[in-house]
């Protein structure tokens, strides 16, 4: 599995939230910044209907995963899509 499942904060999450992420992971592989967007709005709706909610931190560390790996242009552009998703879930 990628290096982020070392992560100490890992070790302290729910596991559904785990799986999902896991889910969420595997399909960003390869893809880039402005391509995950999609994938992280499905990771926090499917969550939602299945009733689990996502922390804002723990939303950072799943964007800290997504970087894993990115250049710096893929790295702003998800800190972009993070701006946006953080505006979605505020509402």
Request: hydrophobic share 40%; glycine share 6%; charged share 30%.
């Amino acid at each position: 599995m990628n290096e982020w499942m070392n992560n100490p904060a890992m070790k302290n999450l729910d596991p559904l939230k785990l799986e999902l992420i896991k889910t969420a992971a595997k399909q960003t592989e390869g893809k880039s910044g402005k391509n995950l967007a999609p994938v992280l709005m499905a990771l926090i709706t499917n969550a939602n209907k299945k009733g689990i909610q996502f922390s804002p931190d723990e939303i950072t560390l799943i964007l800290e995963i997504l970087k894993e790996g990115k250049s710096k242009q893929e790295r702003d552009q998800i800190d972009q899509m993070l701006k946006m998703v953080m505006g979605y879930i505020k509402k």
